[in-house]
């Protein structure tokens, strides 16, 4: 391969990792572990490898976002936990009683932490509970308490060092890098929505539905990141940014409008021949959308001026696109919304190209070197609130979920101690790991963690008959360390694999590593994991055939309310302002919300499920009322009103039937009646449509009213909403 080659596809490398930062977590991780492994072998004190090792890798593995002084806030936080967990896993090491309890405290505290946070609480709880642990595991004679709980301070310091080394180099990238991954999941969008004739239909619908929900996730997670941010230094910036941020999400709701009329176009004979046109502009805006994310973070101006390219021709596409769609009937309705949609994101090209061009001009990078790291100043409570975002009351699955980690991770500590089971702190630390709040996806992960395992026992196995330097062993150390960060967060079995070779390697290097450790870890965790199942289906479990009815319920409603905000700005001729476009927000989490519910039932036991064919179509139904409630909102014209009484008599019916269409689904079966009665009354209603904008919005009430009764029927035809019901009074537990 020649040198242009290799810069080039080094380029492209280097490109990808801006927007997807996996490799430099890796590396982070490898580097916060093998330091201390390295100092220690130097200076001969091994006994403490560990827990300065461990910690730094736990900091340095810690996904953290927002400004920078949010960032070591973070970082703090979770190396003073971390520390705490060492001290009482070390008091405890010698007693079994306190190590038993000090492991339910434990417990308790990884619920706080998710309560807390969601996006750091999890994690959190997990490694403080293997820093206890190790801890508890410790011989008897093993020195000093504060010496443990002190290296593991140490190596928590050394990962925040490796986190902060390049923050006075790129004091703007924190930001930057929240807002690029807007743009990102606005360009996943537009990958998934292209036609593709190697796979089906169906698993494209689910791809892209899958892709909205992360959009709106993105969008609202760097929100919250660019609100929180900003300060009186800060507010040029934030502002600029939060304007890139807002043309995304405006770009990515008319890439779900879009979507939608294209999905009724393409059942079309004669839609194959501009299926290559359609193609080729939505293979245009995938780059277009991942160029401008590349630009908001690096802010050069070659990338810049690739992005303008990018503008021009996805501008040019689109008008020859809108010439194609010229060519069908001028009085198609699914013609003419296209040709709106189209229209509009040809003027947020230009919006694109002007916020863009003064987030890059804003954001030159600074001539001298900051004198101290940037954005470290006093904490106010909402910057707190940022990553401190607790629900307003406890949630009951959560509730229940903690209460089975304490139970289970007690006795897995208790049969540790008191049976003296050779390396038994691994059953503990594998139920921590994989049980989770519903049992599908703890059936998962403790499929992935003992098939991880074993592979990498056998392949570690194989190893040992083979005797190998220490320089060797610890280059092994670091791959394994590499591909189990690497890996962590999508491929949870292979990172196993890599975790489990790298205890062999860590552990040759201070002893003969025999089939007996290899052997006792494997039984350790399939015990783990075959308790982890068994408490997730004894110990307070929840069904979701039980939780569906109501996420679905919520759904709906806030369907009826999204479409009550959208036709009394199209009514009233307002703009869509900020209530509105939380009802959006609101619309789109609960769909979330009912998509979740519908995945954790797909994964329990089939004597636990019901129906769930019939929970599919109505979660399905829903997104497609939200998608065409959507392309309503497309038709909002400041000053422009719709002056149609029938049109405001149907919006009226259609939100009644909205919500009798809940009750049905939440609570009373007879009341699918009431729902048939108002659909039909519905469909009777006379709207006469006066010009264009009315026939749109007669069309898409009519696809909403064709969703409620396929729904409906679904309903009727199964006999119950979705299986066995809880009465609203269900106690939380």
Partial sequence: MNTAKLSAEAGKVIQQES?????????????????????????????????????????????????????????????????????????????????????????????????????????????????????????????????????????????????????????????????????????????????????????????????????????????????????????????????????????????????????????????????????????????????????????????????????????NLVSVLAGHLDSFRSDDVEIAMARELLRQIDTHLSATGKALRETVDRGAAPVGFPLRLPDLSVLSPRALGAWLNPAPHLDPMLVRHTLRMVVLTMAGIALYKVLDVPRGYWIAFTVIVVLQPDYGATRKRAGQRILGTLAGSLVASGLLWIKMPLPLLDVLIAASVFGFAYNQKQRYGLAVFFITLMLVFLTETTAPVTMEFTATRLLCNLAGGGLALIGALLFWPSWERQRFPFAMASAIRANQVYLEAVTGCIFAGTAFVSSAVQTKRAAEDANSNASASL???????????????????????????????????????????????????????????????????????????????????????????????????????????????????????????????????????
Wanted: aromatic letters at 4%; hydrophobic letters at 50%.
């Fill in 599 to 733: 995945q954790r039932m797909l994964g329990e036991p089939a004597n636990r499920r019901s129906n769930a064919e019939l929970a599919a179509a109505l979660a399905h139904g829903n997104v497609r009322m939200t998608r065409a409630i959507t392309i309503l909102a497309i038709q909002i014209h400041a000053g422009a009103p719709v002056v149609a009484p029938a049109l405001l008599q149907a919006v009226r019916q259609t939100g009644e039937a909205l919500d009798a269409l809940a009750k049905a689904i939440e609570t009373e079966e007879a009341a699918a009646a009431e729902v048939s009665q108002r659909i039909q009354a519905l469909d009777r209603l006379e709207t006469p449509s006066a010009d264009e904008r009315q026939l749109l919005v007669r069309t898409q009430l009519g696809k909403i009213a064709t969703e409620m009764s396929a729904m409906l029927l679904a309903i009727t035809q199964t006999g119950t909403a979705a299986g066995e019901r809880a009465p609203l009074t269900t106690p939380a537990l």
């Fill in 19 to 315: 927007l997807r930062p996996e490799l430099t977590r890796a590396l982070r991780g490898t580097a916060a572990f093998v330091g201390p492994l390295l100092l220690f072998q130097v200076i001969g004190a091994t006994a403490d490898v560990y827990f300065a090792a461990i910690g730094a890798q736990i900091v340095a593995l810690t996904d953290v976002r927002g400004a920078y002084r949010f960032r070591l806030t973070i970082l703090l936080t979770v190396a003073a936990v971390i520390t705490g967990a060492t001290l009482l896993g070390a008091l405890a090491s010698q007693q079994a009683v306190v190590a038993v309890l000090g492991m339910g405290v434990l417990a308790l505290l990884a619920g706080l932490w998710r309560h807390l946070s969601w996006d750091y609480g999890p994690g959190l709880g997990v490694s403080s509970a293997l820093l206890f642990i190790v801890g508890i595991a410790l011989p008897p004679g093993h020195g000093s308490i504060l010496h443990h709980a002190g290296f593991t301070l140490l190596g928590a310091c050394w990962g925040i060092g490796l986190h902060a080394l390049f923050w006075p180099f790129r004091p703007q990238h924190a930001l930057r890098q929240a807002t690029a991954e807007s743009w990102l999941a606005v360009s996943e969008l537009f990958a998934a929505m292209r036609p593709d004739a190697t796979h089906p239909d169906q698993d494209r619908t689910k791809l892209t539905a899958a892709r909205e929900l992360e959009l709106r996730t993105t969008l609202d997670r760097t929100a919250g990141t660019l609100a929180a941010a900003t300060t009186r230094r800060t507010a040029a910036l934030v502002a600029h940014l939060t304007e890139l941020h807002l043309t995304a999400a405006r770009l990515g709701t008319r890439a779900v409008a879009l979507n939608t009329v294209l999905e009724g176009l393409q059942a079309r004979p004669d839609f194959a021949r501009i299926t290559p046109t359609v193609d080729s502009v939505l293979h245009a805006f995938t780059n277009l959308t991942r160029s401008v994310a590349l630009t908001t973070i690096t802010h050069r101006p070659e990338n810049f001026a690739i992005s303008e390219v990018r503008l021009r021709r996805c501008a």
